[in-house]
C-alpha cells in the first residue's frame, strides 16, 4: 500500500471549552456543575467542519458509529479521519464521500471479512486514491500519548526491522541525547503527535459536565480526548452526580476534557456496549457482501443513514425485537467500599 504522509501537529487549543454550540455560555451557574448535553446534529454541526481532522475511537467495544452516520448526514468532506482500528464506519464514511485521508494501524471488517469501499479506494483508486497514513497499533498510541502532552515526537522502538519505515517518512530516526550503558548514543524510531481537531468517543454513561465513565475493554479514548482540540462524548446514558460520584474509579475521562454530551442509546451498533447491548456478528457478517457491490453500499446509506433523520429513527427502524436478540443478561460486579465520600 503506498502511504501518503501529512502529520498532523500543533498545540490543541482548549482556552474555549465553555463556547456552547448555542452561543451560551455553559459555565457554572450557581453551585451546580456546567451543562453540556446537546443533540449529535447539534455537535456535529459545532465541531466538525471541511478539511478537519477526526478522531473516532472505541477499540472493539464502544465504537461512535452514530457520531460517523451524523457526519455523513452533514455532507462532511475532505476529513482526515484518525482511527486505530478503522473498520464498517471509515467504509461507511468514505463511500459517502467524506473522508479523503485514513491515519490508522489496521483496516478491517473485524473478524467477518473485508472492508469494500477502503479496498477499491486503495487498490484501485476507484473511484479516486485514499491517501492512506500507517502505523502500528502501538505507534497510534504513541501519537495520541504525544499528542495528549504537547510533546514534539515520541521514541518506540518496535518499527527496527519493520516495512513500515519504508513507507511512511513520517517515521523517522533520532539520535539519544543520552548515551547507553556501552557509552554509545543509539538511534531510535520516533513518531510525531497526533491533535485531532475533534474526537469523538463512546461510553456507558456521563453526568451532564462530562465526567465520562467506562466499563469493559478500553482502548485509546482517553488520549484521544485529550490530544484533541475539541472532545465530544457519546453515551448511553446521563446519570446524576451522585452515581459518578460514588464509583470514581470507573470515570476515564474528567469533565474538564469534555465539551459536549451527546445521550445516544444504542449508537455503538453494530459493536457493544458492555452491560448495554451484544455485538450485532449478524451485521459484521453481512458488510463485506454489502461494501463489495457498489450499488449495493449505496443503497444500504440511502436507506439506513440518509434515509433516517437521526439515529433514534435508526434504532427504531431496526424494530424493538431486534434489539431483544442483542439483550445481556446480568454479571454485576461485586461492591467496593470507599469509607467516605469523594
Request: proline fraction near 6%; aromatic fraction near 8%.
Amino acid at each position: 500500500m503506498a502511504v501518503e504522509s501529512a502529520v498532523t501537529n500543533g498545540p490543541a487549543d482548549r482556552t474555549d471549552r465553555t463556547e456552547r454550540t448555542d452561543g451560551t455560555d455553559r459555565t457554572r451557574r450557581g453551585d451546580g456543575p456546567a451543562d453540556k448535553t446537546v443533540t449529535m446534529r447539534e455537535a456535529v454541526a459545532a465541531y466538525v467542519h471541511d478539511g478537519d481532522t477526526v478522531s473516532l475511537e472505541g477499540f472493539t467495544h464502544l465504537i461512535p458509529t452514530a457520531a460517523g452516520h451524523e457526519i455523513i448526514r452533514q455532507g462532511r468532506r475532505d476529513l482526515t479521519v484518525v482511527r486505530m482500528t478503522a473498520d464498517i464506519v471509515v467504509d461507511q464514511m468514505l463511500a459517502a464521500g467524506c473522508v479523503a485521508r485514513l491515519v490508522s494501524s489496521f483496516v478491517g471488517n473485524s473478524s467477518a471479512g473485508s472492508l469494500g469501499e477502503l479496498r477499491r479506494r486503495v487498490e484501485h483508486a476507484d473511484p479516486e486514491p485514499l491517501a492512506f497514513e500507517e502505523y502500528s497499533h502501538y505507534g497510534m498510541i504513541c501519537r495520541y500519548i504525544a499528542g495528549a502532552q504537547r510533546l514534539p515526537f515520541y521514541p518506540l522502538r518496535s518499527y527496527g526491522g519493520s516495512d513500515l519505515p519504508g513507507v511512511n517518512p513520517a517515521l523517522r530516526k533520532v539520535t539519544s541525547p543520552y548515551p547507553g550503558p556501552d557509552g554509545e548514543s543509539e538511534e531510535i524510531y520516533v513518531v510525531p503527535p497526533v491533535n485531532p481537531d475533534v474526537t469523538f468517543v463512546h461510553a456507558q454513561r456521563a453526568d451532564r459536565s462530562g465526567n465520562t465513565q467506562v466499563w469493559g475493554l478500553t482502548g485509546v479514548q482517553a488520549e484521544a480526548v485529550y490530544a484533541a482540540r475539541k472532545a465530544v462524548v457519546v453515551v448511553e446514558e446521563v446519570v446524576e452526580d451522585e452515581v459518578v460520584r460514588s464509583d470514581p474509579n470507573r470515570t476515564l475521562i474528567p469533565a474538564h476534557a469534555v465539551d459536549a454530551v451527546v445521550v445516544c442509546p444504542r449508537g455503538a451498533h453494530p459493536s457493544f456496549a458492555q452491560g448495554y447491548y451484544d455485538r450485532d456478528n449478524a451485521f459484521y457478517r453481512s458488510w463485506s457482501a454489502i461494501s463489495k457491490d457498489k450499488e449495493r453500499l449505496t443503497a444500504w446509506l440511502a436507506e439506513w443513514v440518509h434515509g433516517t433523520a437521526d439515529h433514534a429513527e435508526y434504532v427504531a427502524k431496526l424494530g424493538e425485537e431486534f434489539w431483544e436478540g442483542l439483550a445481556v443478561g446480568e454479571a454485576m460486579s461485586r461492591p467496593v467500599n470507599y469509607g467516605r465520600r469523594l
